[in-house]
């Protein structure tokens, strides 16, 4: 049996789908106070700077995948106006439904799709910009996660990747003490889950730093790839091209 990380417990693959889910279940409905504490709300200008990076212009078609609570469909949508297009997909209806009920308040009318990174059901070449935050650490199969994420962009088109990465190494001790100490005490008192943020700083280790998620992408396919430091290393943006 093939077995896959879940933070540092090793389970098997086709478990982690439904383990991540029941983290994302739990904590949805306080998502973004619990992302605005844990980052003192930095997460919102990471973001903004990943939509600025990926260069989106009026009438493109954007991609965003793992997109939760919707913040980056909704800078996109801005960007790209009437003449274009953006696609909200997660794979947790829970999430999913909060993202579009957030972008119709905010008078943005954006398609949704529920579904696996891992089997996009979307044809290719469609999407001059593809992009996922905070989302490629729980996916189980990241290779086929990029493949896919790939074969949707068209020629000329870009993948943004917002993401927890390694910090800087001075550093390393504070964070550590922050992650496993601070982060689940937040998680118990905002929503009575620490597990839940316990497993977040647990995959925020198991995941590819800086250089082997670049290395990843370019066998994925992508070209000119290259990641940008935010928070001492605490946050990468990784960006790459389809040619």
Not at 140 to 167: D, N, Q, Y
Request: hydrophobic residues 40%; proline residues 4%.
């Amino acid at each position: 049996m093939k077995t896959t990380d879940f933070g540092y417990q090793k389970i098997p693959e086709d478990e982690k789908s439904q383990r991540v889910a029941g983290v994302f279940d739990s904590v949805s409905s306080r998502y973004d106070l619990m992302n605005d504490l844990m980052s003192g709300g930095l997460h919102r200008l990471w973001k903004r700077f990943a939509v600025e990076a990926s260069g989106v212009r009026p009438g493109e078609r954007v991609l965003d995948i793992a997109g939760g609570t919707g913040d980056l469909a909704r800078l996109f949508a801005r960007r790209v106006g009437t003449g274009g297009e953006v696609v909200l997909t997660d794979i947790n209806p829970a999430m999913l439904k909060l993202g579009r009920d957030r972008l119709l308040d905010a008078g943005a009318v954006v398609p949704v799709a529920q579904c696996n990174a891992e089997a996009l059901p979307f044809a290719h070449d469609r999407f001059d910009c593809v992009s996922v935050a905070f989302g490629l650490r729980n996916m189980t199969h990241k290779e086929i996660a990029l493949a896919e994420m790939r074969r949707v962009l068209r020629p000329g088109g870009r993948l943004l990747i917002l993401e927890f990465s390694r910090i800087w190494e001075p550093l390393k001790p504070l964070y550590d003490a922050y992650s496993f100490k601070v982060l689940p005490w937040l998680g118990k008192q905002v929503v009575n889950d620490a597990d839940a943020y316990r497993y977040l700083a647990e995959s925020i280790r198991m995941h590819p730093d800086q250089e082997d998620l670049k290395r990843m992408m370019e066998h994925a396919g992508f070209e000119r790839v290259e990641y940008f430091n935010l928070a001492a290393g605490a946050v990468a943006l990784h960006r790459g091209y389809r040619f």
